[in-house]
């Protein structure tokens, strides 16, 4: 059993993940501060599974010290799982400094308590943003991320970096794990599967930005929870430090995820037609042969598939 300190434990990724480690009998402590990126009452709803199971929870923000403290005097942990971060990249582009000061100041405030109390693995949460607009498909570890195209991605490089270089210095196991446009029961309501679930069922309009040609790797919530779970076993199997791409492997476009939108609500989507978001980028897609040869991780659920269950967990909360 592993004691472990979850960051963002009340998020989406964050919650279930609190679920799978607390069902295989790890201790689990959450730190969070439910930022008001979206309402806190579906934090706290997220939460409920985790705690009802045993889950502990502390309000902190991760850019305090004395709360990163406080929370590793409480728990002690062997491991540490940091997902906690501003997230989004339009959002970052109006306040890039909010995004700098926790994402980057965040991670160094945990991975400063982490080198002083002898933390054994340091898995934190990166991002497929990372990549840019690579020419190169599909992304793999290897390729170059030192051309991000948004404020976002730019602190998700940087946290990289700084983890790269405690684990030089410091003897440390880390493990970042870019996630690929994650979907699911619990995903952020700013999030478009949610969005456009929601407003074609209500028949309001969908915000479209460009021709529908940009592409996501979609990849579900539980795959990308299998992921992670093998990332920490494994982590400082192979390295120090290691990046892995958590992805699920079939690129779709917008227009074919709005059209498989239409057919789980069983209506026609109304398109609001809007112009190209600056820091979007045009395609994701993940080369998973690292994955697949060092953490035996293997994608299983399909967009449509992955849909339906986010689309009945939607009609199901809003009873």
Known sequence: MSSVLLTGGAGFIGSHLAEALLAR?????????????????????NLQPALRGGANL????????????????????DTVVHLAACAGVRPSIADPSLYAHVNVIGTQRLLDA?????VNRFIVASSSS??????????????????????????????ELICSTAAHLHNLDITALRFFTVFGPRQRPDLAIHKFLKRIDQGE??????????????????????????AIDRCGQVE???????????????????????QTVGRKAIIDRQGNQ???????????????????????????????????WLRAEAR
């Not at 009998?25 to 579906?42: E, L």
């Not at 021709?211 to 996501?216: A, I, L, Y």
């Not at 430090?241 to 709005?258: D, K, S, W």
Request: aromatic share 10%.
């Open 25 to 45: 009998g790890d201790a689990v402590t959450i730190i969070d501060n439910f930022a008001s990126f979206y309402p806190r009452p579906i934090k706290e709803r």
């Open 58 to 77: 502390i309000e902190g923000d991760i850019t305090s010290a004395a709360d990163v403290q406080r929370a590793f005097e409480a728990v002690r942990p």
């Open 114 to 118: 982490a080198v002083q109390r002898g």
């Open 130 to 159: 990372v990549y840019g607009n690579n020419a190169k498909v599909p992304f793999a570890e290897t390729d170059d991320v030192s051309r991000p195209i948004s404020p976002y991605a730019a602190t998700k490089v940087a946290t």
């Open 205 to 230: 309009a969908i915000p479209v930005f460009g021709d529908g040609s940009t592409s996501r790797d979609y990849t579900y919530i539980d795959d990308i929870i299998d992921g992670v779970v093998r």
């Open 240 to 262: 120090r430090f290691r990046c892995y791409n958590l992805g699920g492997e079939h690129p779709v476009t917008l227009a074919q995820m709005i059209e498989a939108a239409e």
């Open 278 to 312: 600056p820091g979007d980028v045009v395609r994701t897609w993940a080369d998973l042969a690292r994955s697949r040869a060092e953490l035996g991780y293997q994608p299983r659920t399909s967009l449509l598939d992955g849909m339906a269950r986010q689309w009945q």
